[in-house]
């Protein structure tokens, strides 16, 4: 066999329905888990398209409305913001905040207790939301946030420390 000859990978079908597969946007599966205050929907994860390490989908939250508090255990989780205004609070009180707008990315690490806040009182919160397994794991806490939460700024190569 010539080095680099890869015919022994090529699926059954050539690829033809396994190589690339298109989610379309109005066939999200709401079937995942939920928090109260957020309607997630899953595009991609192992039952619909036979995803191993990665799970991708959508978040909407309701305008002046924020979720439970909750923490997705050992998973890694990306929040990119398409419209509105999030606010994120965290912590074991959840006594630190920072605020994203559209364009801005989110990481929330492995078991940090968490709450979205839609900042606005009337324009929808809608994210895309990926996160490092192919399943979805939440872990609805009962946490209520006993301090003012401490403001956490941003600080990357794109949004310095302000001083």
């Not at 709401?30 to 959508?58: D, E, H, L, S, Y």
């Not at 929808?124 to 939440?138: F, G, I, K, P, Q």
């Not at 209520?144 to 990357?156: A, G, H, R, S, Y």
Request: hydrophobic share 40%.
């Amino acid at each position: 066999m010539p080095h680099g000859d890869h015919s022994h990978d090529v699926p059954p079908d050539g690829w033809k329905h396994t190589g690339v597969q298109v989610i379309p946007g109005d066939s999200l599966d709401t079937n995942t888990a939920q928090t109260p205050g957020m309607n997630r929907a899953a595009a991609i994860n192992f039952a619909r398209v036979g995803a191993q390490k990665i799970w991708a989908g959508t978040v909407h939250i309701h305008a002046d409305a924020k979720t439970g508090v909750h923490h997705h255990g050992a998973l890694e989780s990306v929040i990119y913001v398409l419209k509105g205004r999030a606010r994120m609070r965290w912590g074991e009180k959840l006594e630190f905040v920072a605020e994203a707008g559209p364009g801005d990315f989110i990481f929330v690490p492995p078991y940090v207790p968490h709450q979205e806040i839609n900042a606005s009182t009337d324009e929808t919160l809608e994210c895309v939301l990926v996160r490092s397994d192919n399943e979805a794991v939440v872990v609805n806490l009962d946490i209520e946030p006993i301090e003012k939460p401490e403001t956490v700024l941003w600080i990357d190569p794109i949004h310095r420390a302000q001083g």
